[in-house]
């Protein structure tokens, strides 16, 4: 299996469950089969196309079977997403290696009967691509089609109206753009653009210190200019909440759910040398991965603690950043296995957590002080009904509009931060500016 990309992406597909972030299955399949680079990247692009169009290919192997999905055994039903999306949506993949690939998992994996079922199902599928340039035509009218659970397909058609709806989903059925950040005091961006174009990497400048990739992550890791901290991996919807404290060099900030540190290492670059980063998380493991960053990064002003934000004490300060956990319907595409791994309870269990969060951690802000409170979801629920339910039991806080660098049509009607994927073009994040009187 160690350099058998489709293989290994069978293996993580069947490991996965809904109890389980894809991330981790990903990495424990890797770190036990030592697989080289190229299968490496090849098994994550399977992996995460799959898992992101799942619900497509599900409805494409039930009309060209003639079976239900779930009268097909699980590793056949596997097996036969990777060779539809093969087939269907990757130029790169002859159909004939595709179909032989598949055929040969089956018989591998099952048995020679369920070899000839993956062969038949495959044969016929190649056929109509073949002979019927219309055969997709009435399958892109049902809803399965959007590859988006029907719970939140329908909350979005009420937040987002039935088109606003379809090009969410279309949007986060993309592979998303890859951004990163650079320090302009230390390169410019044509230095950046140069350096990586040596490495056979492309890119272009998207805003500020910002360029957007044209390729995957792959290359990039291996460059010097990213593993010694120079540039980071960040979306500037991400950047953005931080841009909303006003931070200032020699300030202090407390950033609080802070792991893995991406925003906790942009703060430390904004505040300077004089200025101090105090970043707190209940996951120990994840604290030690955002202390690892900034040793790359070489930052000496932050300071890590392990913390529960809903319980816990934190120094008083002046500006806090409550980057809250969330159901992540903002990261859909950069993270495909949320859409599948939530239900709908989960917006109204996270309300509840950020609520606690928000009115505990509020306690540490002094007088005149400010916090920015974020998440990456797009539900209302996690966000204005969240800050608004706070107001009105902490009547010495209050909004203020954000007023910085951030673009004007990443604010919304109430003077918070709101990005959406396929208006923005970036990862769908909320943030609100709460001042204490």
């Not at 999905?69 to 269907?88: A, C, N, S």
């Amino acid at each position: 299996m160690r350099n058998d990309a489709r293989l290994l992406a069978y293996s993580i597909l069947y490991q996965f469950n809904n109890d389980i972030k894809l991330d981790l299955v990903l990495n424990k399949v890797f770190m036990d089969h030592e697989p080289d680079l190229r299968s490496r990247s090849r098994a994550k692009v399977l992996v995460n196309d799959v898992m992101r169009l799942r619900g497509r290919l599900d409805l494409m192997i039930k009309h060209v079977s003639g079976r239900k999905i779930k009268q097909i055994q699980r590793p056949i039903r596997l097996i036969l997403r990777i060779g539809f999306y093969e087939i269907m949506m990757d130029e790169s993949v002859p159909d004939y290696a595709a179909v032989d690939s598949a055929v040969e998992m089956a018989n591998d994996l099952s048995n020679s009967r369920s070899a000839g079922f993956t062969n038949a199902v495959l044969r016929n599928l190649t056929r109509k691509k073949e002979n019927d340039q219309n055969w997709l035509a009435g399958l892109s009218t049902d809803p399965e089609w959007n590859s988006i659970p029907p719970w939140l397909q329908d909350r979005w058609k009420k937040n987002l109206g039935e088109a606003g709806c379809i090009k969410m989903a279309e949007s986060v059925n993309k592979n998303p753009p890859n951004f990163i950040r650079f320090q302009p005091d230390i390169r410019s961006a044509e230095e950046v653009m140069n350096i990586l174009w040596e490495d056979g990497i492309e890119s272009e400048i998207f805003s500020g210190s910002f360029l957007r990739l044209s390729s995957g992550l792959g290359k990039l890791l291996q460059t010097d200019i990213f593993n010694n901290g120079e540039i980071s991996i960040q979306n500037p919807a991400s950047a953005a909440i931080v841009d909303c404290l006003d931070v200032r060099p020699g300030d202090t900030v407390l950033d609080v759910c802070a792991a893995p540190g991406t925003k906790s290492l942009y703060l430390s670059y904004m505040v300077g040398d004089s200025g101090r980063v105090f970043a707190s998380d209940l996951i120990k493991e994840r604290v030690e991965k955002g202390k690892k960053d900034i040793e790359r990064h070489g930052r000496s002003n932050i300071e890590w603690m392990v913390k529960d934000a809903s319980k816990d004490t934190f120094p008083k300060t002046d500006l806090m950043l409550i980057d809250a956990p969330c159901t992540g319907t903002g990261v859909l595409g950069r993270k495909p296995d949320i859409r599948w791994r939530r239900k709908v309870s989960d917006i109204k269990e996270m309300s509840e957590k950020q609520y606690s969060i928000l009115n505990h951690c509020a306690k540490f802000i002094n007088s005149n002080g400010t916090l920015v409170y974020a998440t990456c979801s797009i539900e209302p629920e996690e966000n204005w009904n969240v800050v608004e339910q706070f107001l009105k039991l902490n009547p010495q806080f209050f909004v203020e509009k954000i007023h910085s660098k951030i673009p004007e049509s990443w604010i919304d009607e109430k003077g918070a931060l709101q990005t959406l994927p396929y208006v923005h073009g970036v990862d769908g994040m909320f943030a609100t500016r709460i001042k204490r009187s």
